[in-house]
């Protein structure tokens, strides 16, 4: 149990954004339904972002250096 004092309690707002896109969806339904068609009121992913050339890239090689233990651990830390 909490106990908090009146002046702090604010109302949630996580509905916010539902009201409104639950009224559309109810008229829209209604629409759809008085033309005989089917609707989905489900909220779709938005799409991956299209594709675009990189211009002017310069590719350069990169060698490994070779790992040498004995001179490493005489450096110390």
């Given at each position: 149990?909490?106990?908090v004092r009146v002046e702090?309690?604010?109302p949630s707002r996580c509905t916010e954004e539902l009201k409104p896109r639950k009224i559309k969806n109810d008229e829209l339904k209604a629409e759809e339904k008085a033309r005989g068609e089917v609707f989905s009121t489900k909220r779709q992913p938005?799409?991956?972002?299209?594709?675009?050339?990189?211009?002017?890239?310069?590719?350069?090689?990169?060698?490994p250096s070779p790992y040498d233990v004995v001179n490493d651990l005489k450096g110390g830390y």
């Open positions: 149990m909490i106990h702090h309690v604010q938005e799409g991956p972002k299209p594709i675009f050339m990189v211009e002017s890239a310069t590719l350069e090689t990169i060698t």
